[in-house]
């Protein structure tokens, strides 16, 4: 008794149709990939589920009803300072010492921006029975409200007090040895 043999080949076809039934999920076609017909329909009616390949480049705005809205606050702007008559090199030596800086945390801003106020108001008898000043500054009369949306304006994340000379940081050098 002889079986039949049932042999499944796959068949690979190197030529692409052209406007054929296609999982467009599955194939990103960006830059050049894609036929001729493909890229003609990307530029005069672009496919919803097909990316358009940007190039890492980011949109300046947004679109709207067909129109395009620039919108400011997108727009990179570059900073870069005057470096004219400036001596240094852009070199750091394998020489220097690595100077470790604590965590930047709560208590230490803190301690920078209030501590001092509240010391001297404290031996000048500016407090009332509860602590609270007498003549507060304008950070503390803010409400939490008021202080939370000052914190969430653009540009709140710059420090504009005047830090004092040392920024109050006690910075440990790798090289000394702890006494």
Same mark, same amino acid.
């Given at each position: 008794?002889?079986?039949? =043999?049932?042999?499944? %080949?796959?068949?690979?076809?190197?030529?692409?149709?052209?406007?054929g &039934?296609?999982? =467009?999920?599955?194939?990103?076609?960006?830059?050049? !990939?894609?036929?001729?017909?493909? &890229?003609?329909?990307?530029?005069?009616?672009?496919?919803?589920? +097909?990316?358009?390949?940007?190039?890492?480049?980011? *949109?300046?705005?947004?679109?709207?009803?067909?129109?395009?809205? *620039?919108?400011?606050?997108? =727009?990179? $702007?570059?900073?870069?300072?005057?470096?004219?008559?400036?001596?240094?090199?852009?070199?750091?030596?394998?020489?220097? %010492?690595?100077?470790?800086?604590?965590?930047?945390?709560?208590?230490?801003?803190?301690?920078?921006?209030?501590?001092?106020? =509240?010391?001297?108001?404290?031996?000048?008898?500016?407090?009332?029975e509860?602590?609270?000043?007498?003549?507060?500054?304008? $950070?503390?009369?803010?409400?939490?409200?008021e202080?939370?949306?000052?914190?969430?304006?653009?540009?709140?994340?710059?420090?504009?007090?005047? !830090?004092?000379?040392?920024?109050?940081?006690? +910075?440990?050098?790798?090289? $000394?040895q702890?006494?």
């Open positions: 008794m002889s079986l039949p =043999i049932l042999t499944l %080949t796959r068949g690979i076809s190197t030529s692409s149709t052209l406007c &039934k296609r999982n =467009i999920r599955k194939f990103l076609f960006y830059g050049k !990939a894609g036929t001729r017909d493909f &890229k003609e329909r990307q530029r005069v009616k672009p496919h919803p589920l +097909i990316p358009i390949a940007k190039r890492g480049v980011r *949109d300046t705005g947004y679109e709207k009803d067909g129109l395009w809205i *620039d919108v400011p606050e997108m =727009i990179p $702007e570059l900073v870069v300072p005057d470096l004219k008559g400036f001596e240094l090199q852009p070199y750091v030596s394998y020489r220097s %010492t690595v100077e470790k800086q604590p965590k930047f945390t709560a208590e230490l801003l803190f301690d920078l921006i209030y501590a001092e106020k =509240i010391k001297q108001d404290f031996q000048a008898g500016k407090l009332d509860n602590g609270q000043p007498l003549e507060p500054s304008i $950070e503390e009369s803010l409400t939490p409200e202080a939370l949306a000052q914190s969430q304006k653009t540009g709140s994340d710059l420090f504009t007090h005047e !830090a004092p000379p040392s920024f109050g940081w006690p +910075i440990k050098n790798e090289n $000394e702890e006494k």
